[in-house]
């Protein structure tokens, strides 16, 4: 059973930058494609991005194309998201997810079943 710890969310003002890491623990990091989701207040929860176990592979929603990027640490067995630019619309709560099946790379929403707490990002205008 893997265990997800999200950290580096907060308040920031529109067009600022924050970086959230995740801290993965349990099983063996680099074999699973990871991702990050947000849902906001009264939302579904949304695929953020996505990068695959290879690190050969990444996918963004078409809403932060060219201002997050995400990126993996094997050997600190952690997850990034570096979020440029940031609009009030990306306030939500950020969650980290890990694949459920090693070395599987499609990276699809219904990959990801196990999740992090959330840390909360808030956009200020």
């Known amino acids: 059973q893997v265990q997800l710890v999200e950290s580096g969310g907060g308040l920031v003002q529109t067009g600022g930058s924050l970086r959230l890491s995740c801290a993965a623990s349990?099983?063996?990091?680099?074999?699973?494609?990871m991702a990050w989701f947000r849902q906001a207040p009264g939302k579904e929860r949304d695929l953020v991005a996505a990068?695959?176990?290879?690190?050969?592979?990444?996918i963004y929603a078409d809403s932060v194309k060219g201002r997050f990027t995400i990126s993996r640490d094997n050997a600190k067995n952690t997850v990034y998201l570096q979020m440029n630019n940031l609009q009030p619309e990306d306030t939500a709560v950020y969650y980290c997810?890990?694949?459920?099946?090693?070395?599987?790379?499609?990276?699809?929403?219904?990959?990801?079943?196990?999740w992090g707490q959330g840390t909360q990002v808030t956009v200020s205008s």
């Open positions: 349990g099983r063996t990091f680099s074999r699973y494609s």
């Open positions: 997810a890990a694949d459920s099946i090693m070395y599987r790379d499609t990276l699809t929403r219904a990959d990801f079943e196990s």
């Open positions: 990068v695959s176990w290879s690190t050969l592979n990444t």
